[in-house]
């Protein structure tokens, strides 16, 4: 039997709402659980190899939780990555420490200035959260300088499509988005790339 006295961890469960043009995790209800650290690969989250994650497993009374959802544990956000119902009737969830980051899809648009030339402009079209991680980089010579390529991983809810060639605004960094790696019900995986100067 589970003992509700081990139950002495409060956590607040996330929900993804879109308000207008931006998707962000809002509170939906808070519960008390039993939190144990896990050892757990952020692989379990992404088709990519990822270094090893904090993980945690949370014990709890039956309740609305889903894998679409994330947890907010100590002001620290958790993801998803399996729901079990165990022999005591309590839901058993796996669950990785991932900070969102914001990210700003730029659509581009093409108008008419003085003179009628083209000016092309940039705008802010949907905000939405992501989890990124860098792959790999290589330098690449441009004469007379040379740039280094990043490349990186975006997952990103299954709400968020986004297509290749469109760039995405990512805290300081613009990234340029080049393939869709992996979609399934609750999420999509895109790979990025950066350029900068040597």
Known sequence: MINPGEMNEKITILTLNLAGSTYEWGSSISVWTKAEPLKCSQSQLSSRRRPEAKSVKFTMRKCAISLDKAILWRNQHYVLIDIIE???????VTAVLMEPKTCILQTTSVSLG?????VISSEASLTFPGYLFEKYSRSRQKKPMSLIEMYFTLIVPAAVELEAG??????DGTYEVRVLRLADDLKNEYELRVRRDA
Request: proline share 6%; hydrophobic share 20%; with cysteine.
């Open 86 to 92: 165990n022999e005591h009737m309590c839901y058993e």
């Open 114 to 118: 003085s003179l009628n030339r083209p």
């Open 166 to 171: 469109q760039t995405v605004e990512i805290e």
